[in-house]
């Protein structure tokens, strides 16, 4: 069974930087694409951005370029969501999910991270 | 302010058929597979179409998917109290937009 579990939540000053983890589970690691989106409060589901684990390519959407960065460790089967100069605005929840394809449907997600910063 | 299109809201009672709409362009549906998602806040979203009408294996055939042009749309029919939640669309986008766009999401209500 293909399994997606990410780390818990967190709680983080403004400037501070935010390491979150998505280990997967029951397939090859190398077979699925890795998609990060945010839920902020009281909002819907945005894409943040993917990487292909074969290659470590990564595409980002432009509102999250440059702010976030997208990287995989082949050896542990685990992605990793990192921001950086966290702001007040980066409060949500941030799901993992993974694709077949680079263009493929979100087939399994993760339980989601809350992800607070506050002063 | 989202690429793709969705009301808000919409509502049904139990066994009736809801249909939410999600609209697009030319470079997102018009030119890409739509995927539907469903998310029940606390938990984590499921895959509930892909491909525009194709469904996942444990997926009820009460869900079905049609793709028309820039535009997408989700039916269910049977209404049931647990089919409430919040139902998002999602395309590869070809633009600057992209590469994956999705919908504001609608929230549904089991009246």
């Known amino acids: 069974e293909v399994q997606v579990v990410q780390s818990g939540a967190e709680v983080k000053k403004p400037g501070a930087i935010v390491k979150i983890s998505c280990k997967v589970s029951g397939y090859t690691f190398t077979d699925h694409f890795f998609h990060w989106l945010q839920q902020a409060p009281g909002n819907g589901l945005e894409w943040m951005g993917l990487?292909?684990?074969?290659?470590?390519?990564?595409l980002y959407a432009p509102k999250f370029r440059g702010r976030v960065t997208i990287t995989a460790d082949t050896s542990v089967d685990t992605a990793y969501l990192e921001m950086n100069s966290l702001r007040s605005e980066v409060t949500a929840v941030y799901y993992c999910a993974i694709s077949k394809g680079r263009d493929g449907a979100f087939d399994v997600w993760g339980q989601g991270t809350m992800v607070t910063v506050s002063s | 302010q989202s690429v793709l299109t969705q009301p808000p809201s919409a509502s049904g009672t139990p066994g009736q058929r809801v249909t939410i709409s999600c609209s697009g362009g030319s470079s997102n549906i018009g030119s890409n597979s739509v995927n539907w998602y469903q998310h029940l806040p606390g938990t984590a979203p499921r895959l509930l179409i892909y491909?525009?009408?194709q469904r996942p294996s444990g997926v009820p055939d009460r869900f079905s998917g049609s793709k028309s042009g820039d535009s997408a749309s989700l039916a269910i029919s049977g209404l049931q109290s647990d089919d409430e939640a919040d139902y998002y669309c999602a395309s590869w986008d070809d633009s600057l937009n992209g590469p994956v766009v999705f919908g504001g999401g609608t929230r549904l209500t089991v009246l």
């Open positions: 491909k525009n009408n």
């Open positions: 990487l292909d684990p074969e290659d470590g390519e990564t």
